[in-house]
Nanobody, 127 residues
Framework: QVHLVQSGGGLVQPGGSLKLSCTVS????????IAWFRQGPGKERDGISC???????YVVDSLKGRFTISRDTVKNEVYLQMNNLEPEDTAVYYC?????????????????????WGQGTQVTVSS
């Protein structure tokens, strides 16, 4: 079974930056796609970024330019760098693994495709 442990997050002022980490065990990143989802207060859990088993990154259009996904295959970690944060980015952030790894060279942000999840980490953007 794949196990994901998240770190990072916390309280940041608007315009600030945070980097979330997702450490994966039980399988290697060259076999998994990893995605980041977030769930704001009173909202559904939405996919925001993913990276394929081949390392191809994807960020939803609304967050491009502010959020970046990357990975370290030696450490078996995936990162979400979040810059110029806004109060609307306040949410619990989750990483999750998709064992299919790739869909024609791309990843998907479909909730049910992701079998294992991190514990979630709170990100609060407030002055």
């Amino acid at each position: 079974q794949v196990h994901l442990v998240q770190s990072g997050g916390g309280l940041v002022q608007p315009g600030g930056s945070l980097k979330l980490s997702c450490t994966v065990s039980g399988d290697t990143l060259d076999q998994l796609a990893i995605a980041w989802f977030r769930q704001g207060p009173g909202k559904e859990r939405d996919g925001i970024s993913c990276i394929t088993m081949g390392g191809a990154p994807y960020v939803v259009d609304s967050l491009k330019g502010r959020f970046t996904i990357s990975r370290d295959t030696v450490k078996n970690e995936v990162y979400l760098q979040m810059n110029n944060l806004e109060p609307e980015d306040t949410a619990v952030y989750y990483c999750a693994s998709d064992p299919r790894g790739s869909y024609g060279g791309k990843c998907r942000l479909v909730l049910r495709d992701h079998e294992d999840w991190g514990q979630g980490t709170q990100v609060t953007v407030s002055s």
